[in-house]
Structures are given as C-alpha cells and as structure tokens.
C-alpha cells in the first residue's frame, strides 16, 4: 500500500508565495505518474499538475505559469511551488500516485489564500 503524506499547506497573503511538498513512501522510480489536484469550497476535485517519471509535466491550462510541480527521487517526495496566490487558489491539495492500474491519494493539505 502506497502511503502519501502532503505538506505546506496554510494561510497565505495574496501575492504571495508557497511551496507544498507530497512525501511517498516507497521509490518514485516504481511510480507512473505523480500528480497535484485541488479542492475548492463546495467544488468538484480539479486536476492541477502532474509529472512523469522522465520529469515531464503537464498543467491545468489556466495554471500554468503560476504552478511549477518538480521531483525529487533522492527524498522521495514531489513539490508544488505556487506564485503570485490568488483568494481563487483557495483549496484542499492532494496528490495522487499512479502506480499501475491503483491509484493513491494523500490526505490533503489546505491552502488558504486571504485578499
């Protein structure tokens, strides 16, 4: 069983700056596909970023620019970096690992960006 722990989370001006970091428990060589979702208030779960084992990574449209996902292999652990935080980036965070056909989901970290 994949075990996935998200951290970083919290309250942030907006403006400013974050980072979240997702803490896998086993190498993320075995891993397909590492990727961040969001959460908002009375919202569906929403695709954010995602990074392959190669280090390739794809962004929800509207995010790109402003998100940067990146891997760390040696930590076992991927990282979320988020600039320029807007009220609307105010969410739970998740990260999913793929690892063949199972799929494994932290707990979440919330976000909460005050104007």
């Known amino acids: 069983q994949v075990q996935l722990v998200e951290s970083g989370g919290g309250l942030v001006q907006a403006g400013g700056s974050l980072t979240l970091s997702c803490a896998i428990s086993?190498?993320?060589?075995?891993?397909?596909?590492m990727s961040w979702y969001r959460q908002a208030p009375g919202k569906s779960r929403q695709f954010v970023a995602n990074?392959?084992?190669?280090?390739?990574?794809n962004y929800k449209n509207s995010l790109e620019g402003r998100f940067t996902v990146s891997r760390d292999n040696a930590e076992n652990t991927i990282h979320l970096q988020i600039h320029r935080l807007q009220p609307d980036d105010t969410a739970v965070y998740y990260c999913?690992?793929?690892?063949?056909?199972?799929?494994?989901w932290g707990q979440g970290t919330q976000v909460t960006v005050s104007s």
């Open positions: 086993e190498s993320l060589t075995n891993i397909n596909v």
């Open positions: 990074i392959t084992p190669g280090g390739s990574t």
């Open positions: 999913k690992a793929i690892q063949g056909v199972e799929e494994y």
